[in-house]
């Protein structure tokens, strides 16, 4: 049985609960915005393997005073003897106290020092970061420096920049030996396996075993949620895919009524039978993806809701396959020649898709309506009118399903509950770029959605959705990446 401790320390007010908050996926502490609220050391649990090994995380009191704590010790032959020695009152001289409590527990338990700053600030405006490095010298233990309150995910190159700025400020404390990105608010699972990577190579040899089976651990479990997580995309596609919503009978002057309302001829009213059925496909798409949302939340051990989705962008998306009767196809037909000059249809996959297509143009006649019904009924086997989702709908599906992920996956626990924000800028040409590089191998599994069921559909799917997931992740972080284990770049 192997204990690893890692001690989590900063300046006060700086977020160290909001982050042990965001790793251990539960709350700890309390969390307020003001100085010294953690007021001793908290041992917490981070993962334990069958074997007894345990990676315990020590959320810390913040420091205080650390400039006059730095002079105080400077003037000491031997500063940390002096330092622990000092029984300092902790509601007289509570930066004292505090500093005191923190620097106790990584002398005693820490096997690699965690120390988190504000990235906020630039590193030469951190007055306290020079400091605290002083006393966590005197400790001789091995420190890794996360980048806490980064904002909102950036480009790597921009996010690499500000790491760097970091690194080449902190250079001249031998005790520091890497630094990191690893936001209490917005950070990414693939971010959380670089940083346990960093941990295990600073580790001393006796208790690297241990840790790669820990480590291997926590990868597999936040893969298990990242497989969980692509089948409920998968699912919500493929259900979106097979779904399909009758057109009620309108009778001859009802068609008339929804060609003239196609060509700009009717007067607003209620929507017709065509845009009732519609707007109820419409809305379990928009329930599915509220109620898929909520499982995603879940899995990443959030709390909170996902508001209903207005898909109102989708709203021109619909494909019409049509039931006509011969007759009134001939009828309808040689009535309206002219007129469906400028109507779009696509009759290439054996239905009517109205909103984009081939050109039908004005040479319609009375035997080609007849025709083309008997070509829709006999060819399909349909029996009554309905609405289903374009390829393009479905893709787009997809597009926002991967961008819902991003945004989940990056949601600290420290945050609180779920709220859902404006994804940034950079996601969306990323994600969209990567479904347009697989469009053909997306259109194949789709163009099986009349002959299978949702869940074998799904089954299709979900290796798509899978690779396109990773290869974003790749792109966001190709800096970050594992570079042991199987994990996402395999």
Known sequence: MTRIALSLVSHTNAGKTTLARTLLGRDVGTVRDEPHVTDRAERHALIETPDGDALELWDTPGFGDSARLAR??????????????????????????????????????????????????????????????????LLGKPVLVLLNQLGAPRPADEEDAQVQRWRAHLAQWRHVRDVLPLDAFARCWVQEIAWLDAVGRMLPQD????????????????????????????????????DREAVEESGVIGRLRELGKALGLNREGEPGPRETAMLRLAARLDADISGGNDRLIALHGLEGHARQQILARLADHYAVRARVSEGKAALVGGAITG??????????????????????????????????????????????????????????????????????AHYGRGRGEWVEGEAPAHWQPLVREVLAAARPAWLQALGARQQLEAPALAARLAPLVDRAARDVLVRLYPQQLPRRRDGIPA
Do not use: C
């Open 207 to 242: 208790k690297r075993s241990a840790f790669e089976r820990l480590a291997t651990a926590w990868q597999a479990r936040r893969e298990r949620t990242f497989t969980q997580a692509l089948q409920v995309l998968a699912e919500r596609i493929a259900r979106a895919a097979t």
């Open 339 to 408: 007129a469906l000059a400028g109507l779009k249809a696509d009759i290439a996959s054996g239905g009517l898709t109205l909103g984009g297509g081939l050109l039908l143009g004005g040479v319609l006649g009375a035997l080609g309506a007849a025709g083309l019904a008997r070509g829709v009924n006999l060819a399909r086997g349909t029996d009554r009118t309905w609405v289903a989702w374009t390829d393009d709908v479905l893709l787009e599906v997809a597009e926002a399903s991967l961008l819902t992920y991003l945004a989940i």
């Open 72 to 137: 105080r010790l400077a003037q000491q032959s031997n500063p940390l003897g002096w330092f622990l020695a000092e029984l300092w009152d902790r509601f007289r001289d509570k930066p004292f106290w505090h500093t005191q409590q923190a620097v106790r527990n990584v002398r005693d338990h820490a096997d690699v020092v965690l120390y988190l700053v504000n990235a906020a600030e630039a590193p030469q405006d951190a007055g306290y970061v020079g400091p605290e490095m002083r006393v966590l010298e």
